[in-house]
């Protein structure tokens, strides 16, 4: 059973700085993505960034890139999101999901986690 629990989402200030965490279980392949996206209040649930497990290429939205930095530590089996520069606009919901083969068409991610709350206030 895969299992992707999200954690570090809270309240912040535009231009502060967060790091999302993303525990996952389950998951033995190592060629497989895992990846952030987020859903703002009434919008549809939009790509963040990704990265291919096993030899650790990036992918970003280029909404966020330059500002968020995904990552991964293999002996934990986490992935992580340092999320810096931040704006009102990046207030959302964040969700971890992973894949076999997609990295960032939501409609096509197989697992995901149930999401953890960022709020950037101005």
């Known amino acids: 059973q895969v299992q992707l629990v999200e954690s570090g989402g809270g309240l912040v200030q535009a231009g502060d700085s967060l790091r999302l965490s993303c525990a996952a279980s389950?998951?033995?392949?190592?060629?497989?993505?895992m990846a952030w996206f987020r859903q703002a209040p009434g919008k549809e649930r939009e790509f963040v960034s990704s990265?291919?497990?096993?030899?650790?290429?990036?992918h970003y939205a280029s909404s966020v890139e330059g500002r968020f930095t995904i990552s991964r530590d293999i002996t934990k089996n986490t992935v992580y999101l340092q999320m810096n520069s931040l704006k009102p606009e990046d207030t959302a919901v964040y969700y971890c999901?992973?894949?076999?083969?997609?990295?960032?068409?939501?409609?096509?991610?197989?697992?995901w986690g149930k999401g953890t709350l960022v709020t950037v206030s101005s």
């Open positions: 999901a992973a894949d076999l083969f997609n990295r960032d068409r939501p409609e096509r991610m197989g697992w």
């Open positions: 389950g998951l033995t392949l190592s060629s497989y993505y």
């Open positions: 990265i291919r497990w096993n030899v650790g290429s990036t």
